[in-house]
């Protein structure tokens, strides 16, 4: 049973380039999150979908950060124009529908280390 | 709306002293709280939870936390550090919305 699988692992853009982070949920897991975390920095949600929809998305940068969840394939979290302060890694994580037996508990993925240089 | 503090963000301690690491939690709801570790370069890793029920959690690597209603934390234990307890701890907190929040984390090192 895999786990939550992040890609790329490790990803280097120059400043201006676009960055895409794919994130495959575990099997039977409909919520998505991604947080990012700076060098010494605890973990930041950015945003939380599920399937088609952006539910939360109150700790993404108004301007060059997009996240979807489309029906088919994996979540992903673009970031546009790339500067040197978004080098981070950002972590997906995973959870199933939450009924009044689930727990919200989250299972995270592996994280993908990007470098603006 | 769910937030979470932890107190120091390094903690250190010698091999086979005890490990306390300090949480304080605010929810508006009846909170779940958890407690994740990661390695370097790393995920987080589920220590343990509580939900409901026993107010004392026993999760992996001989670590365990007490919710504590009245003074609002889940502090998290072990009676005896070891080398490979070296990590980052972060608690968390989520309510009924699939919204959970972390803490900033406490990087706990054991010395020899």
């Known amino acids: 049973n895999a786990g939550v699988m992040q890609n790329p692992r490790h990803l280097v853009r120059r400043r201006g380039q676009e960055a895409r982070l794919r994130c495959s949920p575990m099997?039977?897991?409909?919520?998505v999150y991604w947080y990012r975390q700076l060098p010494e920095e605890g973990l930041k949600f950015m945003v939380y979908?599920?399937?088609?929809?952006?539910?939360?998305e109150s700790g993404m940068p108004k301007e060059r950060f997009s996240a979807e969840f489309p029906k088919e394939g994996p979540s992903i979290l673009r970031i546009q124009q790339v500067v040197r302060g978004d080098s981070a890694a950002y972590f997906c994580?995973?959870?199933?529908?939450?009924?009044?037996?689930?727990?919200?508990?989250?299972?995270f993925g592996e994280g993908s280390r990007l470098t603006v240089l | 709306a769910q937030s979470v503090t932890q107190l120091g963000s390094h903690v250190s301690v010698s091999e086979g002293a005890l490990v306390l690491l300090r949480c304080n939690y605010s929810?508006?709801?009846?909170?779940?709280l958890f407690w994740y570790v990661q390695y370097p370069n790393q995920g987080l890793q589920l220590l343990l939870k509580?939900?409901?029920?026993?107010?004392l959690v026993k999760g992996i690597n001989g670590f365990e936390a007490e919710f504590k209603k009245s003074e609002t934390s889940f502090h998290l234990t072990k009676p005896s550090a070891h080398m490979s307890d070296a990590a980052e701890y972060f608690c968390?907190?989520?309510?009924?919305?699939?919204?959970?929040?972390f803490g900033a984390g406490t990087r706990l090192t054991v010395k020899p």
């Open positions: 509580y939900t409901t029920g026993a107010t």
């Open positions: 979908l599920q399937k088609e929809n952006i539910i939360d």
């Open positions: 968390a907190v989520s309510g009924n919305n699939n919204d959970m929040r």
């Open positions: 994580a995973s959870s199933p529908l939450q009924t009044s037996g689930n727990t919200g508990e989250l299972f």
């Open positions: 099997k039977g897991h409909s919520h």
């Open positions: 929810s508006s709801v009846p909170p779940y």
